[in-house]
């Protein structure tokens, strides 16, 4: 059974770093044509995606926001990170990451996590 | 960074039909699959459809997906009130060397 879990902290305060992590179960993270994203909802908002990593470790940032993030993965703690620095109370929302599966030239996120509620409040 | 385009709301009657359109560009409806999701609020994120009109096992035959140039259209038949809930058309975009997601529609079931 394939399970992504978000967690991290609740409350965070503008200009600090917001470290989220994503573990996995029921897959690997080195399995070919898979990887992790990291997407987010701002309330009342639309879904925004944020970063992948792939089996490869090959990796794109949301092109507004690559200044300030970084992913990476441990395969043996089967964990995925996402930093977000310099946050702003616009970075409030619900963070979800989500499995990507590859299959020949398509990619779709076939699993998702529950999500986790971050503020960005003083 | 530009996004999809889809209606911000639809509607329809028990049983009825109702689709919902998701517009891009040739940089990712243009060039690869669309895919949708169906969330509600304090969920994850479900794939409704993917590769454009493929069904994961477990979707109803009732959720159906098409694409043209550069846009597609997610079909929902024989309407039910459980299908209230936002739907999201989302597809990769190869300039940006990762996803854009539509704005989102929320399906009201009269």
């Known amino acids: 059974q394939v399970t992504l879990k978000e967690s991290g902290p609740v409350l965070v305060k503008p200009t600090e770093t917001l470290t989220l992590t994503c573990t996995v179960s029921g897959f690997s993270l080195s399995n070919v044509r898979m990887g992790v994203s990291w997407i987010r909802q701002p309330p009342g908002k639309a879904l925004e995606w944020l970063a992948n990593?792939?089996?490869?470790?090959?990796?794109s940032y949301s092109t507004s926001l690559k200044t300030r993030l970084t992913i990476s993965r441990d395969t043996s703690k089967s964990q995925v990170v996402l930093s977000l620095t310099k946050t702003d109370h616009v970075d409030t929302g619900t963070y979800y990451c989500?499995?990507?599966?590859?299959?020949?030239?398509?990619?779709?996120?076939?699993?998702w996590g529950q999500g986790t509620l971050v503020t960005v409040s003083s | 960074q530009s996004g999809l385009t889809q209606p911000p709301s639809a509607s329809g009657t028990p049983g009825q039909r109702v689709t919902i359109s998701c517009s891009g560009s040739?940089?990712?409806?243009?060039?690869?699959?669309v895919n949708w999701y169906r969330h509600l609020p304090g969920t994850a994120p479900k794939l409704l459809i993917f590769s454009n009109n493929q069904r994961p096992s477990g979707v109803p035959d009732r959720f159906s997906g098409s694409k043209s140039g550069t846009s597609a259209s997610l079909a929902i038949s024989g309407l039910l009130s459980e299908d209230e809930a936002d739907y999201y058309c989302a597809g990769w975009d190869d300039s940006l060397n990762g996803w854009v997601f539509g704005g989102g529609t929320k399906l009201t079931v009269l």
């Open positions: 990593i792939f089996s490869n470790e090959r990796k």
């Open positions: 040739i940089l990712n409806i243009g060039s690869n699959s």
């Open positions: 989500a499995r990507i599966r590859e299959d020949h030239i398509d990619r779709y996120f076939d699993y």
